[in-house]
């Protein structure tokens, strides 16, 4: 029997946590086909991603004294079977990936009912749910290849949540057709960097693979798969110049799978980097290849301004915040090539802190293109008067984005420039606060275009519905009440990077 | 009441009178009664904290802990007193004027100007009370963002120009020098408290000294040091009781404030004065002093005017603090007081002119002191305490100024004091002259008086009268102040 073999077999409700977080979304979806109602697909989709935002506060809760949660998946014990391991920084993922999902979701039924037709509605809520499985499967596995299917099962979903904005636009097609080409080469990247380390190892366990990378030390079948696997999620997490999918799907896609993706998507790729790079191959492993110094550090400095540049000269909105993501994805890298716990933490807490500073953001021009039929700016232009609400939190989000103090985004900046002078980089330091100085020129683009100028003739007048109102107005004042209380925040940021830094904990047995 | 309750109703009360004027917005009347009740109140509430505190350094007020060893916390000190006393105590009197001006002149979105208008004032409290340098650089942030609506509230190409000017000079300068200059005097210092007689000495030597307090003294650009000066006029497209409170007392005096606050609480004078590091922001502030008063005889429009006299003004305050000595800080702080009196009332005037007669330049202004002879008297008065003349309260800060110059033997700045004095006699007196003396073309010897409503040319006849009173209550301000430069 299975409950003599382990202690993790015998399980009460709160121990089976950390399968129910993927199990949960997984079964929803085919649940919403099977029903095949759009009223239920909607409830369905929502209890789910709220069910699913539940279990990732008690399992945040459970690790944030730096414990790590071990499950073994079917009672078949690691490195043989598939382990789950949940410890601080993915637990902090699990919350932001769920959370969002369960914010977005009641803004979903009015603006996926003005972007999609009808019929599509269920099977677009399956997708998304699938989508969130890949996504919370990724976070949460502790098992290499388990992370290749689930950014599978992502990916996928994506690509056709993507498409739908080919109701709005028919460019989404295009869209999403260039992601799927990038998006498959980079996953082809990261399995065969896996191929190599099963190859050279014998083990997909990622706790397994870092005793025995740490064992056999670095020959150069390793060496190419860390290449592989950096390049491959690389891709996934649009790290400048492998950007190039993301402000097209951005800008194309439906308002509400920009705001969730946006906030998730590429935050999950970079956790992804952050584990391979700290628990499979151990900090010192990055020490002796300059890895950071010489890649990772100039390609995020070239993201913060060459993104952020380009932003200024959108003439679109959701294009400009999409170069904008590029260019703040550029900040996280910039944390993790720090490799001191004051960098990492400000790279994981500016994870959490743009996710939700883009979600605000998107699901503000989400409701902009609900009244005006699009983004582009002579199209909102003036919406400062007919849409005050949606306008106000756009303001407050794009205030978050700059970094001004009392906002999320201040926090993480304030703790990249101190990680910067630490090191005792001061160019590094000048240039961060530069970049928000670029910042302050696009969001002041749009802070113009919604308030001092006349709106156009043929527009909707009014406020979006209530619905749509307080999903946003949540992540705006979210951006202010993180940039005042940070326990929770910092917290679980510092946790996580003090667990990175210190390398695997190894095989629990 | 208690002090701590005293401090959070002095920003609570602006905030919420912020928001009463958008709900409020179509009741006029009542919406600005609510709002002079709010400044009212704040303005008691400061003195009630000026009856428990006095001139002592209160508890600190912890409101969050937002960053570990970073509070955003509120505090009572002596010059962070006199700046709330006389930012809310013009409140009240520029609301009166606003309402009057606003109304008078048919200018649009009253609700949105009284809005942000009370917003900017919440944050002036928050910077006057702040208890640590976060605190100031929070609401120092929060001041630019809610003031820039006002400044592009025409709407005009040019509002809208002025207004980018504006931003992007102030946020640039806060964001790229003041953030890092904060940010690595909390890598040295560990804290950023701010703690009598500063909290540097010791963490940092040589040369960088004199870096980082570049990096502040550029960073606050609210102080419109030059180079760093072109947004004040700019900023001049406001209207006017935007310049009149904004631009003459809470955001050119919350960036001077925060350089009081920066070279007495951070680096301590006396740490200033032993490493030389201010030198070289003395001979700056000095050619400010002398650079800006002489482009300010070249412009004809009386707001640019006032704005480039502004720009010589603020640079009193900080040679006040480059001077590292504690008669130039005490000079500095209370030039706070007496410079914030005699500019509004030279704000006001020019707004009384422009909404009885719709004339911006000085060139238009001929004769009018006949007509207007309430508006130009309060102008003559205000005129004299800005150059400093007795029995006007500017001629105290300057003597104290002068006296901080002669105690560190730099003659040369005695020199520029006087000079300065010279040149505002030159660019403010012609005005009234000829406004009382010469005759206008289109006034008629007989003319009768011809004043704006009584909202508009009251308050300036008030501040006027209070450049007069401040001028015997000098020597209170001085010992209030004076606990501000005992050594820790």
């Known amino acids: 029997m299975a409950t003599e073999l382990t202690p993790h077999a015998a399980m009460s409700l709160t121990e089976q946590l950390p399968v129910l977080q993927v199990l949960v979304p997984f079964m929803a979806a085919p649940l919403i086909v099977f029903l095949g109602s759009r009223g239920l697909a909607w409830i369905l989709a929502f209890g789910t991603s709220a069910a699913a935002f539940v279990i990732a506060a008690l399992l945040l809760g459970q690790v944030l004294d730096g414990s790590v949660i071990s499950y073994h998946i079917g009672g078949w014990a690691p490195p043989l079977g598939i382990e789950y391991r949940i410890d601080a920084a993915n637990a902090f993922v699990l919350l932001l990936v769920s959370g969002i999902s369960a914010i977005v979701l009641p803004y979903a039924r009015e603006s996926v009912a003005s972007e999609i037709p009808r019929r599509h509605h269920t099977?677009?809520?399956?997708?998304?749910?699938?989508?969130?499985?890949?996504?919370?499967?990724?976070?949460?596995?502790?098992?290499?290849?388990?992370?290749?299917?689930?950014?599978?099962?992502?990916?996928?979903?994506t690509y056709v949540l993507i498409a739908q904005g080919s109701h709005r636009d028919k460019r989404a097609l295009t869209a999403a057709y260039d992601y799927l080409i990038m998006g498959t080469i980079g996953a082809t990247f990261f399995v065969i960097g896996l191929g190599m380390l099963y190859m050279a190892t014998g083990t997909l366990n990622m706790a397994d693979l870092a005793d025995r990378i740490a064992d056999q030390g670095a020959n150069r079948t390793v060496v190419a798969a860390f290449g592989f696997i950096i390049v491959g999620m690389g891709l996934k997490a649009a790290l400048y110049p492998l950007h190039l999918w993301l402000p097209n799907a951005y800008t194309y896609a439906p308002s509400v799978v920009t705001s969730f993706l946006a906030a998730t998507a590429t935050k999950v790729a970079i956790y992804v980097l952050l584990r391979f790079m700290f628990s499979v191959f151990q900090p010192t492993f990055l020490f002796e290849g300059n890895t950071l110094e010489f890649l990772i550090i100039p390609l995020a400095v070239l993201a913060m301004f060459a993104a952020s540049v380009i932003a200024i000269f959108q003439t679109d909105m959701k294009r400009l915040l999409a170069y904008s993501s590029i260019a703040q994805i550029g900040y996280m890298l910039l944390g993790i090539g720090m490799l001191s716990q004051t960098g990492l933490t400000a790279a994981i807490v500016h994870l959490f802190n743009h996710g939700i500073t883009k979600a605000a953001l998107f699901m503000g021009v989400g409701a902009l293109v609900f009244r005006a039929g699009?983004?582009?700016?002579?199209?909102?232009?003036?919406?400062?008067?007919?849409?005050?609400?949606?306008?106000?939190?756009?303001?407050?989000?794009?205030?978050?984005?700059?970094?001004?103090?009392?906002?999320?985004?201040f926090v993480s900046k304030w703790y990249l420039v101190q990680g910067a002078l630490e090191k005792g980089w001061w160019p590094v330091a000048v240039l961060i606060v530069a970049s928000s100085l670029l910042a302050v020129i696009y969001v002041w683009h749009i802070v113009e275009t919604l308030y001092l100028k006349t709106p156009a003739k043929d527009i909707a007048v009014g406020e979006v519905p209530n619905s749509m109102l307080i999903p946003i107005w949540i992540m705006a004042l979210a951006c202010i009440y993180f940039g005042l209380a940070t326990d929770i925040t910092l917290g679980a940021a510092q946790a996580a990077a003090k667990g990175l830094l210190a390398g695997s904990s190894g095989m629990l047995h | 009441m208690e002090t701590n309750t005293a401090i959070l109703l002095t920003v609570l009360l602006p905030t919420l009178a912020s928001v009463s004027n958008i709900v409020l917005r179509?009741?006029?009347?009542?919406?600005?009664?609510?709002?002079?009740?709010?400044?009212?109140?704040?303005?008691?509430?400061?003195?009630?904290?000026?009856?428990?505190?006095?001139?002592?350094?209160?508890?600190?007020?912890?409101?969050?802990?937002?960053?570990?060893?970073?509070?955003?916390?509120?505090?009572?000190?002596?010059?962070?007193?006199?700046?709330?006393?006389?930012?809310?105590?013009?409140?009240?009197?520029?609301?009166?004027?606003?309402?009057?001006?606003?109304?008078?002149?048919?200018?649009?979105?009253?609700?949105?100007?009284?809005?942000?208008?009370?917003?900017?004032?919440?944050?002036?409290?928050?910077?006057?009370?702040?208890?640590?340098?976060?605190?100031?650089?929070?609401f120092y942030e929060v001041l630019t963002l809610s003031t820039y609506p006002l400044v592009a509230h025409k709407g005009t190409p040019e509002a809208i120009r002025g207004a980018r000017t504006y931003l992007g000079i102030l946020i640039g300068t806060s964001i790229g020098l003041q953030l890092i200059a904060v940010i690595w005097t909390y890598a040295i210092a560990g804290t950023l408290d701010f703690t009598r007689g500063g909290i540097l000495e010791g963490k940092i030597a040589g040369p960088m000294v004199a870096v980082l307090l570049a990096l502040y003294a550029f960073g606050i650009g609210k102080a419109a040091l030059m180079p760093f000066h072109r947004w004040l006029p700019a900023a001049m497209v406001a209207p006017t009781p935007v310049s009149a409170l904004l631009h003459a007392v809470a955001v050119v005096k919350a960036g001077v404030f925060t350089m009081l606050k920066v070279g007495i609480y951070i680096f301590g004078i006396d740490f200033l004065a032993e490493t030389g590091a201010s030198v070289w922001l003395m001979w700056l502030a000095a050619f400010s002093i002398v650079a800006a008063s002489v482009v300010a005889m070249t412009k004809d429009n009386l707001k640019a005017r006032l704005a480039y006299s502004t720009v010589s003004q603020l640079s009193y305050i900080t040679l006040g603090m480059a001077l590292a000595t504690s008669m130039g800080a005490l000079g500095g702080g209370m030039h706070i007081a007496m410079h914030a009196m005699g500019k509004i009332t030279l704000f006001m005037c020019a707004g009384s002119i422009y909404v009885a007669t719709h004339k911006t330049n000085i060139s238009q202004m001929t004769g009018l002191g006949r007509i207007m002879p309430i508006t130009f008297g309060a102008f003559l008065i205000g005129a004299l305490s800005i150059i400093g003349l007795p029995p006007m309260g500017g001629s105290w800060s300057k003597w104290l100024l002068v006296m901080g110059a002669a105690d560190t033997g730099q003659w040369v700045m005695i020199a520029v004091l006087m000079v300065s004095s010279l040149l505002n006699v030159a660019y403010l007196l012609p005005l009234v002259g000829r406004g009382f003396f010469l005759k206008g073309a289109d006034i008629p010897d007989n003319a009768q008086m011809a004043e704006a409503p009584w909202m508009v040319w009251l308050p300036p006849a008030v501040t006027a009268f209070g450049c007069v009173v401040l001028f015997f209550f000098a020597g209170d301000i001085q010992t209030f102040l004076s606990p501000i430069v005992l050594p820790r």
């Open chain 2, 26 to 138: 179509n009741q006029e009347n009542l919406r600005d009664g609510v709002t002079f009740a709010a400044a009212v109140a704040t303005f008691l509430c400061v003195l009630q904290i000026l009856a428990n505190v006095g001139n002592t350094t209160s508890e600190t007020l912890v409101l969050f802990e937002v960053l570990p060893g970073l509070d955003l916390a509120f505090q009572v000190e002596p010059l962070g007193l006199l700046f709330a006393i006389i930012a809310s105590g013009l409140w009240i009197l520029t609301h009166v004027y606003g309402v009057g001006y606003m109304r008078g002149n048919k200018e649009s979105h009253h609700a949105r100007f009284f809005s942000c208008f009370s917003l900017a004032i919440a944050s002036v409290m928050g910077i006057a009370f702040a208890a640590n340098m976060f605190t100031l650089f929070l």
């Open chain 1, 123 to 157: 099977l677009f809520y399956a997708c998304y749910m699938l989508c969130l499985t890949g996504l919370l499967g990724v976070v949460a596995t502790g098992d290499a290849f388990n992370v290749f299917v689930f950014l599978e099962i992502s990916s996928l979903s």
């Open chain 1, 374 to 409: 699009g983004s582009f700016f002579d199209r909102i232009q003036g919406m400062g008067k007919t849409m005050p609400w949606t306008s106000a939190a756009i303001v407050l989000g794009g205030l978050s984005l700059i970094g001004v103090p009392g906002t999320a985004g």
